[in-house]
C-alpha cells in the first residue's frame, strides 16, 4: 500500500488509505521532520554482497525440456531454467518494519517535483498479518524462482526488521547496477465494500523518459496476464476500471527509475478473499512462479 499522496486516476484511494489511518494500522503523516538522517542513509549499499545472487546454478534445460517424442517445447511449457542468465533483477519489497515513525515521516522528494514522507509502514491483513511481512516473502519468493532460471537478483533491503530505505532511494541499486528491471511488491490496504485483487502501478514521469515508460508498460502487460491466468488473484474491481493498471505521477519509488520499472499491489489485504491467497505461502509461490514467468516473457 501506498500512502500520502494524490491519485490522478480515482479519489477512492485517497478516501481509502485514510480510513487504514484511522483504523491505527497506516501511518501517512505528513509532518516534516528536522533532526533526521538523511534519507539515504538507510539505503543499502549496491555493492553490498549479501543482497547479490546466484550466477553458480547453470543452466539445466533437462529439467524443463521434454524428451518425449515431442521435442518441441509448447508455447505454453513454462520458460527453460537458465533462460535469465546474463539477466539483473532488483526486486523491492515495498516498505519495512519502520518502527522510528520519526525517521519514515521526515520528507523526501518525490521524483514529481514535490516531497513525501520518506515511507509508511504499510497496511495489514483484518487478523494484522503486516504488508511488509508479505511484501518481504514474497519478494524472496520470486527471487528464488528468478535465480533458479539463472538471473542475478539483488533486493533493496536486505532485513524485514529495520527502516527504509526511503522510496526516493528504491529505483537507486537498480539504476547503479544497470537492471534489466525493477519491480516493487506491495500489497494494498481498501476498506471499500467488494474491493479487492491486484493492480499494476506505472509511472507517468519516470527518470528514464518515455521510453522506459513504455517498457514498463510491456512489462505490466506481461505480469498482469500471467497473474490472471496462473493465481487466481482477479484484476483489481477498485482501481484501473477493469484494465489493473494505475498510471500515477506520484510514486517516488518507480518516478526516479533509470529503467524498466512497476509497482505491483499483489491484492487487497483487508479483502478476506484476497488476504487467504496472500497470506497462504503456496500461493506466494504461484505467485512468484507467475511474476517470473512474466519477467522471462518480457526479457525474452
Ligand atoms: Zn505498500
Redesign the pocket.
Given at each position: 500500500?501506498?500512502?500520502g499522496r494524490l491519485n490522478p486516476v480515482t479519489s477512492k484511494r485517497i478516501v481509502t488509505g485514510f480510513r487504514a489511518a484511522a483504523g491505527g494500522l497506516a501511518v501517512l503523516l505528513v509532518a516534516s521532520c528536522a533532526a533526521t538522517p538523511p534519507a539515504e542513509a538507510d539505503a543499502p549499499s549496491p555493492a553490498a554482497p549479501s543482497v547479490t545472487s546466484s550466477p553458480a546454478t547453470p543452466p539445466t534445460p533437462t529439467e524443463a525440456t521434454p524428451t518425449e517424442s515431442t521435442p518441441t517445447p509448447s508455447e505454453s511449457a513454462p520458460p527453460a531454467a537458465g533462460d535469465l542468465a546474463g539477466r539483473v533483477i532488483v526486486i523491492d519489497p515495498?516498505?519495512n518494519r519502520n518502527s522510528n515513525g520519526k525517521f519514515i515521516r521526515h520528507k523526501v522528494p518525490a521524483g514529481n517535483g514535490k516531497s513525501k514522507p520518506c515511507n509508511?509502514t504499510?497496511?495489514a491483513t483484518n487478523a494484522d498479518y503486516a504488508?511488509?511481512a508479505y511484501?518481504w516473502a514474497q519478494a524472496n519468493a520470486l527471487a528464488e524462482v528468478l535465480r533458479s532460471r539463472g538471473a542475478t537478483v539483488q533486493l533493496t533491503r536486505d532485513n524485514d526488521s529495520g527502516n527504509g530505505p526511503c522510496v526516493n532511494t528504491r529505483a537507486t541499486l537498480a539504476n547503479t547496477v544497470h537492471a534489466d528491471l525493477l519491480i516493487s511488491i506491495?500489497?494494498?490496504?481498501s476498506f471499500a465494500k467488494r474491493a479487492r485483487g491486484f493492480h499494476v502501478i506505472l509511472s507517468t514521469v519516470m527518470a528514464g523518459g518515455t521510453r522506459t515508460e513504455h517498457a514498463s508498460r510491456l512489462l505490466a502487460d506481461q505480469i498482469r496476464s500471467a497473474l490472471t491466468t496462473q493465481t487466481g488473484m482477479p484484476r483489481s474491481t477498485y482501481i484501473g476500471k477493469g484494465t489493473a493498471l494505475s498510471p500515477r505521477s506520484d510514486i517516488a519509488t518507480l518516478n526516479f527509475a533509470k529503467v524498466p520499472a512497476v509497482m505491483m499491489?499483489m491484492g487487497n489485504m483487508r479483502n478476506v478473499k484476497d488476504a487467504a491467497m496472500l497470506t497462504s505461502s503456496a500461493w506466494r509461490t504461484k505467485a512468484a512462479q507467475a511474476l517470473a514467468d512474466a519477467i522471462s516473457a518480457y526479457l525474452g
Amino acid at each position: 500500500m501506498i500512502h500520502g499522496r494524490l491519485n490522478p486516476v480515482t479519489s477512492k484511494r485517497i478516501v481509502t488509505g485514510f480510513r487504514a489511518a484511522a483504523g491505527g494500522l497506516a501511518v501517512l503523516l505528513v509532518a516534516s521532520c528536522a533532526a533526521t538522517p538523511p534519507a539515504e542513509a538507510d539505503a543499502p549499499s549496491p555493492a553490498a554482497p549479501s543482497v547479490t545472487s546466484s550466477p553458480a546454478t547453470p543452466p539445466t534445460p533437462t529439467e524443463a525440456t521434454p524428451t518425449e517424442s515431442t521435442p518441441t517445447p509448447s508455447e505454453s511449457a513454462p520458460p527453460a531454467a537458465g533462460d535469465l542468465a546474463g539477466r539483473v533483477i532488483v526486486i523491492d519489497p515495498g516498505h519495512n518494519r519502520n518502527s522510528n515513525g520519526k525517521f519514515i515521516r521526515h520528507k523526501v522528494p518525490a521524483g514529481n517535483g514535490k516531497s513525501k514522507p520518506c515511507n509508511s509502514t504499510g497496511t495489514a491483513t483484518n487478523a494484522d498479518y503486516a504488508e511488509h511481512a508479505y511484501n518481504w516473502a514474497q519478494a524472496n519468493a520470486l527471487a528464488e524462482v528468478l535465480r533458479s532460471r539463472g538471473a542475478t537478483v539483488q533486493l533493496t533491503r536486505d532485513n524485514d526488521s529495520g527502516n527504509g530505505p526511503c522510496v526516493n532511494t528504491r529505483a537507486t541499486l537498480a539504476n547503479t547496477v544497470h537492471a534489466d528491471l525493477l519491480i516493487s511488491i506491495h500489497a494494498d490496504g481498501s476498506f471499500a465494500k467488494r474491493a479487492r485483487g491486484f493492480h499494476v502501478i506505472l509511472s507517468t514521469v519516470m527518470a528514464g523518459g518515455t521510453r522506459t515508460e513504455h517498457a514498463s508498460r510491456l512489462l505490466a502487460d506481461q505480469i498482469r496476464s500471467a497473474l490472471t491466468t496462473q493465481t487466481g488473484m482477479p484484476r483489481s474491481t477498485y482501481i484501473g476500471k477493469g484494465t489493473a493498471l494505475s498510471p500515477r505521477s506520484d510514486i517516488a519509488t518507480l518516478n526516479f527509475a533509470k529503467v524498466p520499472a512497476v509497482m505491483m499491489e499483489m491484492g487487497n489485504m483487508r479483502n478476506v478473499k484476497d488476504a487467504a491467497m496472500l497470506t497462504s505461502s503456496a500461493w506466494r509461490t504461484k505467485a512468484a512462479q507467475a511474476l517470473a514467468d512474466a519477467i522471462s516473457a518480457y526479457l525474452g
